[in-house]
């Protein structure tokens, strides 16, 4: 049987039993939380049944698992048992009469799942199709990677210690990483693709996995990423000064 087809119909098990799990807590905003963990399934999903034990294919496998995982487990803690996002409460009410369980599995959960499985090509091609020991562009992957794996990391720690610390209700998070880009946890996550797709590179016919940290960078810069907390954040009294100073993506100094 076709590797792809066994590893999204593994996926389309796993975002159906998100998916019921989400209409049992009446939020469909878990998907957020089912999104990392979802690489993690196809990765190890790809690895198990390609029985092609490379260590190309073993370094981005691992990487993908302590990406995903430390993703998921971070917004479990935020988002298990809390109100449904903002941003899934718009989409019910732009619905209206619709069934919405049916419109979320079609419009939330499904699409996600199609998104996912684009965005996984790097590692499904590595995989499946890698040979040889590892290059000069998998150690600059590699590279690349850490670099973005930091910067998300280290963003979403000082943010959550940021929000936490009562004296500070209210304030825009204006220090740490927060001092070079408004939005370092994202411009870390579209880092790390950008790794993983070098490390994939030596892989033959591997060049059309480029879609992958293109698409992402593209979702992050102008869909659901910078501009929905741009938005959010633009009536806020400390905004326009952030903004005029800081970088909105690549981390820069900020301006006098």
Do not use: C
Request: without cysteine.
């Amino acid at each position: 049987m076709n590797l792809y087809l066994i590893t999204i119909a593994v996926l389309f098990v796993y975002f159906n039993m998100v998916f019921f799990v989400a209409q049992s807590k009446k939020n469909n905003g878990l998907i957020d939380v089912a999104w990392g963990f979802g690489f993690v399934v196809a990765a190890i999903t790809s690895y198990i049944i390609s029985n092609n034990n490379t260590t190309r294919g073993l370094t981005i496998t691992v990487l993908v698992i302590l990406w995903g995982l430390r993703l998921s487990y971070h917004l479990f803690k935020r988002n298990w048992n809390k109100p449904e996002d903002y941003r899934y409460v718009q989409m019910r009410e732009r619905w209206g009469d619709r069934n919405h369980a049916t419109t979320a599995y079609l419009r939330v959960f499904m699409s996600q799942m199609v998104l996912l499985f684009i965005i996984a090509q790097p590692i499904l091609i590595t995989n499946f199709r890698a040979s040889g020991e590892l290059r000069v562009l998998d150690f600059l992957g590699l590279a690349i990677w850490i670099i973005g794996y930091f910067f998300e990391v280290v963003g979403d720690a000082q943010l959550r210690q940021f929000v936490t610390n009562p004296e500070n209700k209210g304030k825009l998070m204006k220090t740490g990483l927060w001092k070079y880009t408004r939005h370092p946890n994202y411009f870390g996550e579209a880092t790390m693709w950008w790794g993983i797709f070098l490390i994939s590179s030596s892989v033959p016919g591997s060049l059309y996995g480029i879609i992958s940290p293109v698409l992402i960078t593209y979702l992050l810069l102008f869909v659901s990423g910078v501009p929905l907390l741009e938005k959010k954040y633009k009536n806020h009294p400390e905004w326009k000064e952030y903004e005029e100073k800081t970088s909105i993506f690549i981390p820069m100094p900020p301006k006098k």
